[in-house]
């Protein structure tokens, strides 16, 4: 079985100006085998595992959902999606023409 979507995404930041959508278990996996090549992280760890639970089959994908925001929430890493997408929220000038 393959990648699980989220219900909705999670933004975290990987860098002091980067920031990652993670919006299903396939992207979990990716930042959690980074996370955990330079961590000894047992939650982490843990997280990882039921990611490929998931996509086994064997949890549901709210288990991961809700594990891996309080994983990135703990680690200081979970950002707001309003300040991670600016541009959903910002108000429109110039109805996107470009001034001659």
């Known amino acids: 079985m393959g990648s699980v979507d989220f219900a909705s995404p999670l933004f975290v930041r990987t860098g002091r100006n980067l920031v990652q959508e ?4 396939g992207d979990a996996i990716d930042f959690l085998l980074d996370w955990t090549e330079t961590r000894h992280d047992i939650l ?3 997280l990882l595992r039921a990611c490929y639970d998931v996509q086994g089959g064997r949890k ?3 288990t991961v959902e809700r594990g891996f925001e309080h994983f990135a929430r703990r680690a200081g890493v979970l950002e ?3 300040a991670a997408i600016p541009w959903m929220t910002a108000g429109r000038r110039g109805g996107g ?3 001659a």
């Open 97 to 99: 023409h470009v001034p």
């Open 80 to 82: 707001d999606p309003l």
């Open 22 to 25: 993670v919006a299903s278990t």
């Open 60 to 62: 549901p994908v709210a």
């Open 44 to 46: 982490a760890e843990t």
